[in-house]
T-cell receptor, first 118, second 110 residues
Framework: ETGVTQTPRHLVMGMTNKKSLKCEQH?????MYWYKQSAKKPLELMFV???????ENNSVPSRFSPECPNSSHLFLHLHTLQPEDSALYLC?????????????????FGDGTRLSIL | KQEVTQIPAALSVPEGENLVLNCSFT??????LQWFRQDPGKGLTSLLL?????REQTSGRLNASLDKSSGRSTLYIAASQPGDSATYLC?????????FGDGTTLTVKP
């Protein structure tokens, strides 16, 4: 039990489909993150939310749309994706993000959603 | 822009050996550095987090060191076991986000 649960674990979709990835954390954390992990590339930060407010958008294309309705849930809405978007999408959480640029709390990760775009 | 490099990319050792994984970062103005392990098809598991003011952290057979001035961190694994086989990632935190290295894939042979 990692404390961070992601669903679905695997997703195959066509380029014209609309789907959503879900992340839920049971750790009482206030900061949540989306990362993309592609083959043979470093983990890339996509979005950061702190107390439900987006604090970071790492130049992510608009076909990825995050939503954070509360501190326990984070969604990633997908629309008109490209084959190069196939990757492992990881969600993480941490206690919170005190004044921007400082954090001494570790991040806890979910097991990810393996996304394949046909 | 922060860049994080991990060497070697892959490492294979016999069981029982002590080993060192290396992580270097270009911007020394980090607030912390975190080491993770990732098993195939899984997310990341946090191993150790070193604050910028600290020199090392220890957990069981793992010891992580941090030298901010030289932009380096090492993860020392003592008496390696087959269960230690995984990919090890380091992440340097500054400017509000973590930058990850490519990882070192470790194989410990029985």
């Amino acid at each position: 039990e990692t404390g961070v649960t992601q669903t679905p674990r695997h997703l195959v979709m066509g380029m014209t489909n609309k789907k959503s990835l879900k992340c839920e954390q049971h750790l009482g954390h206030n900061a949540m993150y989306w990362y993309k992990q592609s083959a043979k590339k470093p983990l890339e930060l996509m979005f950061v939310y702190n107390f439900k407010e987006q604090t970071e958008n790492n130049s992510v294309p608009s076909r990825f749309s995050p939503e954070c309705p509360n501190s326990s849930h984070l969604f990633l809405h997908l629309h008109t994706l490209q084959p190069e978007d196939s990757a492992l999408y990881l969600c993480a959480s941490s206690q919170d993000l005190p004044p921007r640029g400082y954090s001494n709390q570790p991040q806890h990760f979910g097991d990810g959603t393996r996304l394949s775009i046909l | 822009k922060q860049e994080v490099t991990q060497i070697p990319a892959a490492l294979s050792v016999p069981e029982g050996e002590n080993l060192v994984l290396n992580c270097s970062f270009t911007d020394s103005a980090i607030y912390n550095l975190q080491w993770f392990r990732q098993d195939p098809g899984k997310g990341l598991t946090s191993l150790l987090l070193i604050q910028s003011s600290q020199r090392e952290q220890t957990s069981g057979r793992l010891n992580a060191s941090l030298d901010k001035s030289s932009g380096r961190s090492t993860l020392y694994i003592a008496a390696s076991q087959p269960g230690d086989s995984a990919t090890y990632l380091c992440a340097a935190y500054n400017a509000g986000k973590s930058t990850f290295g490519d990882g070192t894939t470790l194989t410990v042979k029985p």
